[in-house]
């Protein structure tokens, strides 16, 4: 694992547990904005099966990429940096070249993450596939702070909880791979998990300091070392950051980790339209509140220098997610204050206010569903 303090090239992998809710294109848009600020950025397509990031660069498919990497040993990895129209920005396309590549063996994952620590750039953006299984997360693992991107709906909040709960519980498999007995006990409480009656992390430290006191102490300092981030996309209002702050409430009390929110991306229908242009959506849109937000987040991670710890004014707000909520609000009320100075007719503004307050009441019973589900889950 690459703890990402202090250190020159930073891996920064991109999952979500759910399909669609938006991985690719905040990989896209935050790669291509951390080049524009001038650092050498790669951007990976690490989604094997599903490789489609060529696109989202409007790049031809004709390059070798990951599949050819773990298919033979032709290529090393910096051999694979394609250049892009952009300065600073390269890719490595994913496996659209090569059929079938299917499920990955253990030495061609390790054979990928050596590949991806060899790689030259200040900073590596990784984009991985949907789901939660133990490949993606181990991807995920390879830093200490990936981002986990999840949209405000309640599949894919319980999604990225899911995906979060594999990948506390993997790390701890990895942490005591050559501790006999705590594998014995781990391999025992996945075998016996069962929804609803899930032991929590910080009961399994309590087993694991009976089995072994220093182990316990040891899984706990570990667990410091995880800081995930959170990106919560498609948004419609402030309001939905609740949802999130649901989820890392979970993940204190469950899994024994903390979740920071890195951002709030709204849904925006230029996203959609960039994917059809084949373009970066932040080069057309330069006064665009989601380009605005991705150059935000770029901005987070690049200045600090200790990324992932990040450093938050606590005298002003108690976390990053009342920092969500701040800076969406006052997004949305400078976009309010631009579009009130246009010269709209009042029936479209009329019009706007009322799909605006239909939308706000169907989050705001998918948020009260959504906080119900999670609390009775766990
Ligand atoms: N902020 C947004 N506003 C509007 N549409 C969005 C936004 N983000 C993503 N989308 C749309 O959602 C769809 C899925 O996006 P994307 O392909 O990036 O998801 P993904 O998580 O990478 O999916 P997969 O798991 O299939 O790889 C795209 O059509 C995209 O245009
Ligand atoms: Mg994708």
């Not at 620590?117 to 953006?125: G, K, T």
């Not at 309640?154 to 709960?165: E, P, Q, R």
């Not at 709209?344 to 009441?361: A, C, F, N, P, T």
Request: hydrophobic share 40%.
């Amino acid at each position: 694992m690459i703890l990402n303090e202090n250190v020159a090239r930073k891996i920064i992998p991109i999952a979500g547990g759910k399909g669609g809710v938006g991985k690719s294109v905040i990989a896209v848009n935050l790669a291509l904005s951390m080049s524009m600020f001038g650092k050498k950025t790669v951007l990976v397509d690490l989604d094997l099966g599903g490789s489609n990031l060529h696109t989202l660069l409007g790049l031809r498919n004709s390059n070798p990429g990951m599949g050819n990497f773990v298919s033979g040993r032709k290529y090393s990895i910096n051999e694979l940096l394609c250049p892009t129209d952009w300065e600073n920005l390269f890719f490595i396309p994913g496996d659209v070249l090569v059929y079938g590549i299917g499920e990955l063996s253990k030495s061609v994952k390790a054979r990928i993450v050596k590949g991806l620590l060899d790689i030259d750039a200040d900073y590596i953006i990784v984009d991985l596939g949907g789901g939660t299984n133990f490949t993606v997360v181990d991807f995920f693992l390879i830093s200490n702070s990936g981002l986990i991107v999840t949209t405000p709906q309640t599949t894919s909040i319980m999604n990225a909880y899911s995906f979060l709960k594999n990948y506390v519980f993997r790390f701890l498999q990895r942490a005591f791979a050559s501790d006999k007995k705590i594998s014995v006990y781990l391999k025992k409480v996945l075998k016996e998990r069962r929804p609803g009656e899930q032991k929590t992390v910080s009961d399994m430290i309590e087993d694991i300091s009976r089995i072994n006191s220093d182990a316990g102490e040891k899984a706990e300092a570990f667990l410091e070392v995880l800081q995930p981030k959170l990106i919560l996309n498609k948004m419609y209002g402030a309001e939905d950051v609740s949802l999130a702050e649901g989820l890392r409430d979970l993940c204190a009390r469950n899994l024994s980790i903390s979740l920071e929110c890195l951002g709030t991306v709204m849904n925006e229908k230029i996203v959609n339209r960039s994917i059809n242009l084949q373009r970066p959506f932040i080069l057309d849109n330069e006064e665009n509140i989601v380009t605005d937000e991705i150059h935000r987040i770029s901005q987070k991670i690049i200045q600090s220098s200790n990324f992932p710890e990040m450093p938050l004014e606590l005298d002003y707000y108690s976390d990053s997610f009342e920092l969500a909520h701040i800076e969406m609000e006052n997004d949305l009320a400078a976009l309010q204050g631009s579009t009130e100075s246009e010269e709209d007719s009042d029936e479209y503004e009329v019009d706007k206010l009322l799909e605006l307050i239909r939308i706000q009441q169907s989050k705001i019973q998918e948020l009260q569903g959504t906080l119900r589900i999670l609390s009775m889950n766990n």
